[in-house]
């Protein structure tokens, strides 16, 4: 059964380093999301890509975060500088019809935990 | 920004014993979903509900929709261990590409 696949699972830094996240969404979804969930809170979208455009990033913090998918497939979110409220899971998903009311079901990955000291 | 609250915030029931979990929401929605993340991994799609239904099965879960009120529930029947997990509802707002909003969850512990 195809999945999306996340990497590194887990990520331990300092603050004010650099880190980065890779994702591989689904084989044939156009359709690539970004989230943070901090505990005990639901996922927030951080950005969204249609093939390798981005619709939205209305929250994601420009000042350090970015996050790129050159070809229209797989995709990376880069933090620099991290800080401590960064501490979060960083998840990827993505779906195969977007946009289509009534069909938008999301597939996620297993998440990056990522833990800023 | 979350547009859905669940409540309850937590719920603990033994095996056997019936879970519900209601949704409420602030916006007109196109569908809403219920997805559930087992402890520290991503996140299972469970069922989507479309704004012109009110009632949706899917093997031992129920989803009920309420427009008019801006409120859903899912009903988990004859409760298992392996249901043990955080439920989220999600909104789609209709917007472009399928943006989806998740609520806070809710954290659902079935006692053996």
């Known amino acids: 059964e195809a999945e999306v696949a996340q990497s590194p699972r887990y990520k331990i830094t300092e603050k004010s380093q650099a880190v980065a996240f890779w994702c591989d969404p689904i084989s044939g979804h156009a359709t690539l999301y970004w989230y943070r969930q901090i505990l005990g809170q639901g996922p927030e979208l951080l950005v969204q890509f249609q093939d390798e455009s981005v619709v939205d990033d209305s929250q994601l913090p420009k000042d350090r975060f970015s996050a790129e998918r050159l070809k229209g497939v797989d995709s990376t979110l880069k933090i620099q500088p991290a800080e401590l409220g960064d501490s979060a899971m960083y998840l990827c998903?993505?779906?195969?019809?977007?946009?289509?009311?009534?069909?938008?079901?999301?597939?996620f990955g297993p998440g990056t935990r990522l833990t800023v000291l | 920004s979350q547009q859905g609250e669940e409540d309850p915030q937590a719920l603990s029931i033994q095996e056997g014993e019936n879970a519900t979990m209601n949704c409420s929401y602030k916006t007109s929605i196109n569908n809403l979903q219920w997805y559930r993340q087992n402890s520290g991994r991503g996140l299972v799609h469970l069922i989507l509900?479309?704004?012109?239904?009110r009632e949706k099965h899917s093997g031992r879960l129920r989803v009920t929709l309420d427009t008019s009120k801006k409120s859903s529930s899912l009903l988990i029947t004859a409760s298992r261990a392996a249901d043990t997990a955080s439920y989220f509802c999600?909104?789609?707002?209709?917007?472009?590409?399928?943006?989806?909003?998740f609520g806070q969850g809710t954290i659902l512990t079935v006692h053996p």
């Open positions: 509900i479309r704004s012109n239904e």
């Open positions: 998903a993505s779906s195969f019809l977007p946009g289509l009311a009534g069909y938008n079901e999301q597939f």
């Open positions: 999600a909104t789609d707002r209709g917007t472009s590409y399928g943006k989806l909003t």
